[in-house]
């Protein structure tokens, strides 16, 4: 076994603390990363609070890591040492339904086992993220990360990154398409810069209107105080597509509204109750509510490519690990500019 440091959640409501636990030995098709950054994602913070439903303490979260390879089986064919590489919100899946067939392994009908909170199939355990030092993953859930890139900035992509690129090539959103991106935080500024990279007409639809100057400068057209009755009203039948990454519970109907006939919200935030919907919203224009869920394998690296070639990359703030209670505190009051990183060094 491998011995491995890391923070961890020991219940719902005490601090993140260093945990030190075991990850299996690298196996023929298993590669380890010595972790050097992971992002802080939203959902790191619904998972450790409980928010979801019950979880297992203690949970090292983090699911979006970037890391050299510093040892491969003997069956790896894509990564050699050396390598920089990177790891999403899952690490295997069931490899043989329709979905996964399909390279839609996020989808995969008996359950992909998640980065973290998930259970290893093995049955050995459950599944540690990267707020650690390394870990061990089969090489098909590994993505190549291009060599080219700012490290710190890149590990954001491998969740905020494929989970707004996904829908936004899915929906084919682009030239001609006005779209409103609803949450100006860890998604919200990946979906303005590639949605704004796809030609698409973007306006931020948020509630904190201090951050107007920074959403022009990711690439956002427009900017909207959505706390402000009138510029709400003025939106009307405006958008083709909504994109909402809102962490918290809110009013839907307010934003189905801002849709165009035909239009599309696309819902990726996934705060802790139920959404409400007014039907009326949807039938009189024709409108349509959906979801996305991160992205598949081949997808996460076309996005990885993607961003390489557009040179894209997450705006960060990079922290020590022993930041990361009070960057949770701050991620809550939507004080984000625009992910929290860990830089992995600080972890001794
Ligand atoms: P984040 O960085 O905390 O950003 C969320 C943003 O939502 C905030 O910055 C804030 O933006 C806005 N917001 C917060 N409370 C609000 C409220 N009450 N009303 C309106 N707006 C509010 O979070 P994130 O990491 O981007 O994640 C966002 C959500 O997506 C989380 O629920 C997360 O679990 C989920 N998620 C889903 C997927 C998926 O596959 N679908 C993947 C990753 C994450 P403003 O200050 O601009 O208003
Ligand atoms: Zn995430
Ligand atoms: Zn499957």
């Not at 490899?95 to 392994?105: D, I, P, V």
């Not at 973290?116 to 030092?133: L, V």
């Not at 919200?188 to 973007?202: E, F, L, P, R, T």
């Not at 959403?215 to 597509?241: C, W």
Request: charged share 25%; proline share 4%; net charge negative.
């Amino acid at each position: 076994m491998i011995q491995t440091k890391g923070f961890a959640a020991y219940d719902a409501t005490s601090d993140l603390k260093p945990y030190d636990f075991e990850r299996r030995d690298v196996g023929a098709n298993d590669v380890k990363i010595e972790i050097l950054y992971c992002g802080i994602c939203h959902s790191d913070l619904h998972h450790v609070k409980g928010e979801w439903g019950e979880i297992l303490y203690p949970s090292v979260p983090g699911h979006e890591i970037v890391g050299r390879v510093v040892q491969v089986g003997a069956e790896v064919k894509k990564f050699k040492e050396g390598d920089m590489a990177g790891v999403g919100c899952f690490v295997d899946s069931c490899r043989h339904c329709h979905s996964c067939r399909e390279g839609l392994e996020q989808y995969c009908e008996n359950g992909f086992v998640a980065t973290y909170g998930g259970q290893a199939k093995d049955g050995s355990a459950p599944t540690q993220g990267g707020y650690s030092n390394n870990i061990v993953v089969d090489e098909q859930y590994v993505l190549r990360v291009p060599m080219n890139m700012d490290l710190s900035r890149v590990a954001p992509l491998l969740c905020a990154g494929i989970t707004t690129y996904s829908p936004i090539r899915e929906w084919k959103i682009g030239e001609g398409h006005k779209v409103g991106i609803v949450g100006l935080g860890g998604l919200g500024h990946m979906a303005v810069k590639i949605a704004a990279s796809k030609g698409a007409d973007v306006t931020v639809l948020s509630t904190s209107p201090e951050k107007a100057k920074d959403a022009h400068e990711l690439g956002a057209h427009n900017f909207a105080n959505t706390r402000d009755k009138d510029t709400v009203k003025s939106m009307v039948n405006t958008f083709d597509f909504i994109i909402n990454t809102v962490s918290a519970p809110h009013d839907y109907n307010m934003y189905m509204n801002m849709l165009k006939r035909d239009g599309t919200m696309i819902l990726l935030g996934a705060p802790p109750a139920p959404a409400e919907i007014m039907a009326g919203n949807l039938l009189f224009k024709r409108r349509r509510l959906v979801g996305s869920l991160i992205g598949g394998i081949a997808e996460t690296q076309e996005m990885l490519d993607y961003c390489a070639t557009h040179n894209i990359l997450s705006d960060v703030e990079v922290i020590p690990i022993d930041y990361v209670n009070e960057a949770y505190e701050r991620m809550v009051k939507g004080d984000v500019k625009y992910r929290f990183v860990i830089d992995m060094a600080s972890l001794k």
